[in-house]
Structures are given as structure tokens and as C-alpha cells.
């Protein structure tokens, strides 16, 4: 059987985590708040209207291409590529090409923020192994100027941070809704846990701090993850109604 990704990837290794995975998207929420493009997602109202909801809808989609065979996942970018073509035909407008390679560039650079963070420092190979099997998706979905290479993509990614990022008042909103939603002490959890993954010029940008909080218990928590202990951490920092969900992050 054929699958899209490798089963000995590092790809695999990352996303079969929960706790990586909510650390991708803990960067990724905080990017996203600063993206020129963030109105096309307040156009269907779904992400403002239940973030957390939109993270585990978003997770589904990722994993099922990460851990499919070759068609299915095919299947399933075909289908992300469709829900997208039918939000541009509502607003009768099209997403720029650069906020589809922005979104692609995120998941890249977070995958590896990420598994290094919590799983071991990785290799110049599997840096590259991360981009081309995310750089397979993007080409899948039809996108342009794709970078070919992991080198040129490390020159694109500074390129789209400077400039397609910007503070306005969807970045406030959407911050406002992430606090709603976890509730004060989860969200400051938020927050520093963003820390320990997004680039230095975007915590700069959203005031988030310059030293996370939670630095000093990486350790101790790399360690709980050799006992499976992670999961009473992970609980405490999602609400309950999302137990369900926690539980099937990790793969």
C-alpha cells in the first residue's frame, strides 16, 4: 500500500503527537491574527464563531492526508481546494495567491518549531522532508510560486513575514475570541505557550513577551511524555467539551 507520506517519516512522527500538534496550531493561531487575508476567515464566520472547533476541523484535514494512502490523501486536498473555491464564489472574490502559500508556510514552519521543541532537535534532511511533503500538498492545490526547495523556502518564508503581516483590529478581535473561548487562565496558557514556537518579530509584533513562562517545564514535560503523562497537561489546557478530541490528537 502506497501511502502519501511515508510511515518512518519524520512528518508522521511530528503530527502523530497531540500535544505537537496543538503547539503547531498555537503558532499558527497567533500568525494567523496578523495575516492580511485574515478576512476571508471572518467572511464565513466560522473561525471567530468557534476557534477551537475550526483547530480540530483543521487537524482532521492535515492528518488525513498525512496518515492516508496516496489517493486519499489526494482525495482530501481535492476537497479542501473545492470548500475554498466555494468561499471565493460566495464573496464573488479570489483568495490572493500568497495567503494560500502563507497558510502552507505555516504549517512548514511550525511542524518544525514544533518536533523540535518537544521531540529532538532535527536534522537538516527532515527539515527538508517537513517542506516537500507539505510543498506536495500546495501543489496538489494548484498553488503558484511555490518555492522548490527548502533553501528557497527559508528566503520566501522571511519575504511573506515581512510582508504579508500586519496588526489590525481582526488581530484584536481575534485574540478577544481565543480568550473567550479557553477562558483567562487557559488563554494566558495560550500565549506563552505561542511564545516557545513563533518567530521573534511576530511575538515582537503582538506584544506577546520576549521569554515564555513556560520555558524552565519543557524538560520536566519531555520527560512526562516517556510515562504518557502529557494527556493530564493536555486536558488542563483545552475545556472539557473537547475531551473527545484530545484524545483522538494522538495517533
Not at 491574527?33 to 485574515?38: Q, Y
Not at 518536533?115 to 500546495?138: H, P, Q, T
Request: aromatic letters at 12%; charged letters at 25%; a positive charge.
Amino acid at each position: 500500500m502506497h501511502y502519501f507520506v511515508r510511515e518512518d517519516s519524520i512528518v508522521r512522527r511530528i503530527w502523530g503527537r497531540g500535544d505537537t500538534i496543538l503547539f503547531i496550531f498555537a503558532g499558527s493561531a497567533a500568525e494567523f491574527a496578523l495575516n492580511k487575508a485574515v478576512d476571508w476567515l471572518y467572511f464565513t464566520g466560522r473561525l471567530p464563531a468557534d476557534p477551537l472547533g475550526r483547530l480540530f476541523s483543521t487537524v482532521d484535514y492535515a492528518r488525513m492526508i498525512i496518515f492516508s494512502t496516496e489517493e486519499d490523501a489526494l482525495k482530501a486536498i481535492d476537497t479542501i481546494t473545492a470548500i475554498h473555491q466555494g468561499v471565493e464564489n460566495k464573496r464573488g472574490a479570489s483568495i490572493p495567491d500568497w495567503a494560500y502559500r502563507d497558510v502552507l508556510y505555516m504549517l512548514i514552519d511550525y511542524s518544525i518549531r514544533s518536533g523540535e521543541l518537544l521531540e529532538k532537535k532535527l536534522s537538516r534532511a527532515e527539515k527538508e522532508e517537513v517542506f516537500n511533503v507539505f510543498y506536495r500538498v500546495g501543489d496538489r492545490m494548484g498553488l503558484k510560486e511555490l518555492p522548490d526547495s527548502y533553501q528557497s523556502w527559508l528566503l520566501s518564508r522571511e519575504e511573506h513575514i515581512h510582508n504579508d503581516l500586519q496588526k489590525s483590529h481582526y488581530t484584536a478581535d481575534l485574540f478577544k475570541q481565543y480568550k473567550k473561548h479557553l477562558g483567562y487562565i487557559r488563554y494566558k496558557l495560550l500565549i506563552q505557550a505561542q511564545l516557545l514556537v513563533v518567530p521573534s518579530s511576530i511575538a515582537k509584533m503582538l506584544n506577546l513577551g520576549k521569554f515564555s513562562l513556560l520555558w524552565p517545564a519543557v524538560t520536566p514535560y519531555k520527560l512526562a511524555r516517556r510515562f504518557n503523562m502529557e494527556w493530564i497537561i493536555k486536558k488542563a489546557l483545552l475545556p472539557g467539551k473537547y475531551s473527545e478530541e484530545i484524545k483522538a490528537l494522538d495517533r
